[in-house]
T-cell receptor
Framework: NAGVTQTPKFQVLKTGQSMTLQCAQDMNHEYMSWYRQDPGMGLRLIHYSVGAGITDQGEVPNGYNVSRSTTEDFPLRLLSAAPSQTSVYFC?????FGQGKTEAFFGQGTRLTVV | GNSVTQMEGPVTLSEEAFLTINCTYTATGYPSLFWYVQYPGEGLQLLLKATKADDKGSNKGFEATYRKETTSFHLEKGSVQVSDSAVYFCALSDDTPLVFGKGTRLSVIA
């Protein structure tokens, strides 16, 4: 039982390049989310999904795309990388324990640098 | 909308000192409340949670009580250790997904 697995752990991109951050969970959770963590800003929600085929935007969605074709996988795509997207990215997998309340499990993070 | 405000850091304490990290929240509904901890170079781990008013969550010597009347969920530990050095995040869940505070960095020195 690996939990939430993110790849890669580190990545350097040039401005304008595209890439996909991978996230997989083996806990059969319905909900998955992507956050970015920046100094002094805490965790900000990029996109989330409440089930296969369903995604929605979070607080900072611009420049990112997601899809959820299976319960297990929730990749995050950077369409055209910009220096402002330099950050640490965390994927989370969540289950509901009733009335819309969820508990999240996090991956180890991807540290992305855009030069 | 929902939001979480926690005290600014960094917080520096000597080993065996008492710790309090303040957290208050704003929510439209009746949220569940969490504290997550992030050790250096790692992802976030759940430290404790509380799902209704007056519930006390506890783990590893840390405690927090859900106070609906003051909309607070302050984290406390009676005697911190060097190994408690980390970033602590308060969070709420009223509807998916979680909303986080900005985090408080704790450094404990021997």
């Amino acid at each position: 039982n690996a939990g939430v697995t993110q790849t890669p752990k580190f990545q350097v991109l040039k401005t304008g390049q595209s890439m996909t951050l991978q996230c997989a969970q083996d806990m059969n959770h319905e909900y998955m989310s992507w956050y970015r963590q920046d100094p002094g800003m805490g965790l900000r929600l990029i996109h989330y999904s409440v089930g296969a085929g369903i995604t929605d935007q979070g607080e900072v969605p611009n420049g990112y795309n997601v899809s959820r074709s299976t319960t297990e996988d929730f990749p995050l795509r950077l369409l055209s990388a910009a220096p402002s997207q330099t950050s640490v990215y965390f994927c989370a997998s969540s289950y509901s324990f009733g009335q819309g309340k969820t508990e999240a499990f996090f991956g180890q993070g991807t540290r992305l640098t855009v030069v | 909308g929902n939001s979480v405000t926690q005290m600014e850091g960094p917080v520096t304490l000597s080993e065996e000192a008492f710790l309090t990290i303040n957290c208050t929240y704003t929510a439209t509904g009746y949220p569940s409340l969490f504290w997550y901890v992030q050790y250096p170079g790692e992802g976030l781990q759940l430290l404790l949670k509380a799902t209704k008013a007056d519930d006390k969550g506890s783990n590893k010597g840390f405690e927090a009580t859900y106070r609906k009347e003051t909309t607070s969920f302050h984290l406390e530990k009676g005697s911190v250790q060097v190994s408690d050095s980390a970033v602590y995040f308060c969070a709420l869940s009223d509807d998916t997904p979680l909303v986080f505070g900005k985090g408080t960095r704790l450094s404990v020195i021997a």
